[in-house]
């Protein structure tokens, strides 16, 4: 498991226990946590899962895909250099106890 | 207490519906009623990555039972609706139970359209909807080498993508001139019946089934109606659905091929809401749409869930849909219907390339392979009724967010 911490759009925390190998989407929408859609199920075709990962663990976790990166250009929030789809990002050891902040708005 | 509101399915729609009630502020009680035996799942990702191996059953589920408990939301699965009574607001199950509600949510979904031949029962011959096909279709996959798949729509080009991709022999028997001709354009069609072929799938084109061939109760086989056969472990059809409508036609609830409903969801009986794949929409100027897609499912669950605590909520959104089959993604966004013209953006050879649709100078829509930009740009547009013009729309090297940035346009439509 990998402890991860979602900050929900309205400042909510949850400290979740992600299995290694989900996504960081599967675990905040198999726990409930508020400012997620995910609408094509981790299919890398809706964005509507788009989270900012902590600064500091960018630099531990495979940069986006060019799919995602083209995907990302265009989420309804504002797009910050740490913006990811959480369905792409997958828990891993490198991850245990980083934030990951959900925007105000998917769609 | 007063009665809860009841949804009827326990699919992507009538999760959502549940869920917008909690976020729309409804604090009565929620019962959320399922057939399957599982809690809500995404189902998109079973002809894709949950067969491919990719993702196990767990994360298909959409939230956990806890999750949904938290939310104070009461599902209840394995429970099927055999009547609703509209005048007493009440529905009984198939138990003989009655309940009463306060409101009602129809998410009933659709099932596979049955295959109408000869050998249809044998073991060995699938539909691809539920999360129990997809388990039985694994198994009965990892156990033969040949596979025929019925009908070249994308539910059948998907799993012959994965099949393709696991190392079977995979043929494909399409009844019309095309593949997927009820949803893209020839030149898509021509596109992957060109990528199907080059991973060595064998697609038949304008061919009649004529039966399934088996041997003590198991199939081995396709007979065609012009005498070919072809040899088969595995037999998966997809061959369109039918709108589970018939609860609320036996109610009185007016249907027509689906579950009669407005943009904002509501159906011909007070209190009454239906959204997702069991409805059909009839639109301002009288016309009716059916959409099966997981964004009306969604989209449709929150007018839905809106409509039920009297708000208006319409799903005005354009279509969009997407399609995975081997490497290639393909994103539409808009309906092509009615248009008379198409320009191409990018290259076919390269399999990055986006088709604008226009009707005159109108964009109507966009489908995009391995371009999800355009396809965010084209959604972005079509929602904004901005347009390039076809001739920007060709020329790769046009911006097309400068569309966006330039002042809106007097709306004409």
Redesign the interface.
Known sequence: MVMITYVEPNGGRQEIDV?EG??LM?GA????VDGM???????????TCHCYIDEAALARIPPAAD?EA??L??VVAERRPNSRLACQVKATAALEGILVELPAAQS | MGAPIVIVGAGQSGLQVAESLRSEGWEGGILLLGEEAVPPYHRPPLSKAYLAGKAEEAQLFIRSPEALAKKRIDFRPGSRVAALDIARQTLTLADGSQLDYEGLALATGARNRALPLPGAELDGVFGLRTLDDTRRIAEALAATEAVVVIGGGFIGLEFAAVAAAQGKRVTVLEAAERLMARAVPPALSDFYLALHRAHGVRVELGVSVAAVLGEQGRAHGVRCADGREFEAGLVVAGIGVLPNDELAAAAGIACDRGILVDACSRTSAPNVVASGDCTVTRLEDGSLRRLESVQAAVEQGKSAAAALLGRERPFSARPWFWSDQYEVKLQMAGLAAGADRSVLRGSQEAHAFSLFHYRGEQLLAVDSLNQPQVHMLARRMLDAGRSPTPAQAADSGFELNTVLATPAPAMSS
């Open positions: 299995p989900w996504s599967q929408m198999s726990n409930g859609e995910a609408e094509c199920g981790g299919s890398c075709a809706c964005a799919n083209a995907m250009e265009n």
